[in-house]
């Protein structure tokens, strides 16, 4: 299938779910009142799915490239965020272990489709 728009992309469909996910982590637990680790984990699962969007639009594959390195540390970022709120005690193991699977999982598949861009870097898209 042909990627005509962002939403086309497989891993920024899964960032969005992300962002789902985090986000009814975040109003649904005490971790709403802890404000600012609500809001870096917010931003940094927004930043997933945007920096690949903000990247399609980019021109070329080696600034999409770029883009898509930045949604990649989004989700490190995420999964570092994710301990601090474990560690606090604001989701349980299940939730935990959910979010970090699906983030590992969004992770590596922007890190393919990093690969598959950096083959076709003089092609365009």
Not at 12 to 41: H, I, N, P
Not at 61 to 87: G, H, M, V
Request: one cysteine or more.
């Amino acid at each position: 299938m042909a990627i005509e728009r962002f939403e086309d992309i497989e891993s920024w469909q899964l960032a969005r779910q992300l962002c789902q996910e985090v986000y009814a982590l975040v109003t649904g637990s005490a971790l709403s009142k802890d404000f600012s680790l609500k809001d870096q984990m917010l931003r940094s699962s927004g930043s997933i799915m945007d920096n690949i969007a903000e990247g399609f639009d980019g021109g070329s594959n080696r600034e999409f490239i770029r883009f898509l390195q930045y949604a990649k540390r989004s989700c490190t970022e995420l999964q570092s965020q994710l301990y601090r709120a474990s560690d606090q005690g604001y989701c349980t193991q299940a939730q935990f272990d959910d979010l970090c699977a699906r983030v590992g999982t969004t992770r590596s598949k922007i890190g393919a489709f990093i690969n598959y861009l950096s083959k076709h870097l003089d092609h365009p898209r």
